[in-house]
């Protein structure tokens, strides 16, 4: 009982501190439909062509705005101190932690989600096939936060680190990458995709099982030097 | 010998996949026997140092 | 309470199973020192013999192979290279847990010499497999389901070299490094899962050539010694590495003097 409040005072305070600063939660959803509307430019506008490198293009595009949105996930907690009153405190920290990064999930992946269908209908994708996406991202983006949180943790303190993010994180990123694209594609096609989806749910469960340990571990490193 | 060198038109290939790897690997062996001369020649020069401060 | 305690802990030093008194030794740098110095003569040895031999049956007794003609020697650094890259990443993460929980300070330096030999063997294999692709697909690069992985795995190692470089405090450092390298080991299974039923997926009827479903024997015996020099070389080149961390990080200490003044004496 204890620990659930904890864990949801943690959350909340998140939630409302991201609310405050919104950059927090608009940064990368400009990045996001930025990203998307340069492929087009890029490409071409040929509509048939749009539509096959779509699936491809929604998810490098989530891929690279979580991977922004994740560099402030415990910056600013780390330089204000807060994060070492959340080393220090009797609470399991791997639990405290999965409740920083179900709401730097909720701020900054959220928003996301709801504007995939406006840029998905630019890209000439049909109604089932937004659903499915919305699906593959609604399983996909927690894992990006989860592990993208661990290369934050470990990174943390070192002044520049974005590249070294990048390094760390994308490769981890690839199955999702593979997964949720793929996903999206055959439903365009018209075929079942309980499988793909099946695969994302075992990352998502295995993600969220498995990292908050490494987040705390690498964490309590970052905190001790 | 000629045709062993020649690789059935493949030398190209062969050979170049068996130099860079000769040379990778001789670089493993080459920068660790470097660097472990230079750290003899660290600790030589700072244990000659303390010895001096000590004295 | 607290006599009590430390009067338990004192009967334990003094009689210490033997599992216990073999770690302590194995943790005790001087010890290593010694030893791996000893072993050193001895695998270069043998990675000699497994070399010479190795490359003699591969690249003159072999007989060439009836599609792809003498390309298929290169086999003979790329697989060895591609089993290393894996088997390398194992033994850095083995060492990371050990740091992790034993607080092993001679597991951390294992762990951190291990990237850029892992890192090393993945280039090799990269870059043979990209060798041994031209003749064969007529490319430079193909998207095969094994390049594919191995170039996410160079990056892997990549990513812990830059790690272990970007933090001052080395055994930070190599805390950082030893997380960084469990979190790959879980990931790589997935990751090559993944990329392989990607592959098969996008490339459809294109069997990968790389894949054969037999090989003769009198091709085998020479893969399989220099897959066995590969490992040796390994072995030697973690050694050297691991000894410079060690002395690097052992300095100041008296056996540190003790072997310069041996060496200018």
Same mark, same amino acid.
């Given at each position: 009982m204890h620990i659930a409040k904890a864990f949801l005072s943690v959350l909340k305070r998140d939630v409302t501190v991201a609310f405050r600063h919104r950059n927090e939660i608009f940064n990368p959803l400009l990045f996001f439909s930025l990203v998307t509307l340069l492929f087009p430019l890029g490409i071409g506008p040929s509509p048939k062509l749009l539509q096959t490198i779509a699936p491809g293009i929604l998810w490098v595009a989530a891929l690279l705005a979580a991977l922004l949105a994740a560099d402030n996930l415990f910056r600013s907690d780390y330089e204000d101190g807060t994060?070492?009153?959340?080393?220090?405190?009797?609470?399991?920290?791997?639990?405290?932690?999965?409740?920083?990064?179900?709401?730097?999930?909720?701020?900054?992946?959220?928003?996301?989600? *709801? &504007? %995939?269908? #406006? =840029?998905?209908?630019?890209?000439?994708?049909?109604?089932?096939? +937004? @659903? /499915? $996406? *919305? &699906? %593959?991202? #609604? =399983?996909?983006?927690?894992?990006?936060?989860?592990?993208?949180? +661990? @290369? /934050? $943790? *470990?990174?943390?303190? #070192?002044?520049?680190?974005?590249?070294?993010?990048?390094?760390?994180?994308?490769?981890?990123?690839?199955?999702?990458?593979?997964?949720?694209?793929?996903?999206?594609?055959?439903?365009?096609?018209?075929?079942p995709v309980n499988g793909q989806l099946y695969l994302l749910a075992a990352m998502l469960v295995l993600a969220v099982t498995l990292a908050p340990l490494a987040i705390a571990a690498a964490l309590k490193m970052s905190v001790s030097q | 010998m000629a045709?062993?060198?020649?690789?059935?038109?493949?030398?190209?290939?062969?050979w170049t996949s068996f130099g860079i790897a000769a040379v990778v690997l001789l670089l493993n062996i080459v920068l660790p026997l470097q660097q472990h001369r230079e750290v003899l020649r660290r600790a030589a020069d700072f244990h000659e140092l303390e010895g001096r401060t000590k004295q | 309470m607290n006599s009590n305690a430390s009067h338990v802990n004192s009967v334990a030093m003094k009689n210490p199973g033997f599992f216990t008194r073999w770690f302590h030794r194995m943790a005790s740098p001087v010890w290593f020192y010694?030893?791996?110095?000893?072993?050193?003569?001895?695998?270069?040895?043998?990675?000699?013999?497994?070399?010479?031999?190795?490359?003699?049956?591969?690249?003159?007794?072999?007989?060439?192979?009836?599609?792809?003609?003498?390309s298929f020697r290169i086999i003979y650094v790329h697989v060895p290279a591609a089993w290393m890259s894996m088997f390398v990443y194992m033994v850095m993460a083995?060492?990371?847990?050990?740091?992790?929980?034993?607080?092993?300070?001679?597991?951390?330096?294992?762990?951190?010499?291990?990237?850029?030999?892992?890192?090393?063997?993945?280039?090799?294999?990269?870059?043979?497999?990209?060798?041994?692709?031209?003749?064969?697909?007529?490319?430079?690069?193909?998207?095969?389901?094994?390049?594919?992985?191995?170039?996410?795995?160079?990056?892997?190692?990549?990513?812990?070299?830059?790690l272990y470089s970007a933090i001052e405090d080395k055994r930070m450092a190599s805390r950082a490094v030893a997380i960084l390298a469990l979190v790959g080991i879980v990931n790589i299974p997935i990751i090559?899962?993944?990329?392989?039923?990607?592959?098969?997926l996008h490339q459809g009827a294109t069997v990968t050539k790389f894949d054969k479903p037999s090989i003769h024997i009198d091709m085998l015996i020479p893969l399989l010694l220099m897959a066995?020099?590969?490992?040796?070389?390994?072995?030697?080149?973690?050694?050297?590495?691991?000894?410079?961390?060690?002395?690097?990080?052992?300095?100041?200490?008296?056996w540190v003097k003790q072997l310069v003044e041996e060496k200018d004496g």
């Open positions: 994060l070492e009153q959340l080393v220090l405190s009797p609470q399991p920290l791997s639990l405290m932690v999965t409740a920083k990064v179900l709401a730097h999930w909720l701020v900054s992946a959220v928003p996301l989600l *709801l &504007l %995939t269908p #406006l =840029l998905a209908v630019s890209f000439g994708l049909d109604a089932p096939t +937004i @659903g /499915v $996406a *919305l &699906l %593959t991202l #609604l =399983l996909g983006t927690p894992v990006l936060s989860f592990v993208g949180a +661990i @290369g /934050v $943790a *470990l990174t943390v303190s #070192l002044k520049r680190s974005g590249m070294l993010l990048a390094l760390l994180v994308l490769p981890l990123y690839v199955p999702v990458l593979i997964f949720g694209s793929n996903a999206i594609d055959t439903a365009a096609s018209g075929l | 045709e062993f060198f020649h690789m059935g038109g493949y030398a190209l290939y062969v | 010694q030893i791996s110095g000893k072993l050193l003569p001895w695998l270069w040895v043998l990675f000699a013999v497994l070399l010479v031999t190795g490359l003699y049956g591969g690249l003159v007794t072999a007989p060439a192979d009836y599609q792809q003609g003498d083995v060492s990371g847990a050990i740091a992790l929980i034993w607080r092993m300070k001679l597991a951390e330096m294992v762990m951190v010499s291990c990237a850029p030999i892992g890192a090393g063997f993945t280039f090799i294999a990269l870059v043979t497999g990209s060798l041994w692709g031209k003749p064969m697909w007529g490319a430079w690069w193909v998207w095969d389901a094994r390049l594919t992985a191995e170039l996410i795995l160079l990056f892997l190692y990549l990513g812990v070299i830059g090559h899962y993944s990329v392989e039923w990607w592959n098969t066995g020099a590969f490992k040796v070389f390994f072995a030697i080149s973690l050694l050297l590495r691991t000894r410079n961390e060690l002395l690097e990080r052992e300095l100041p200490r008296q």
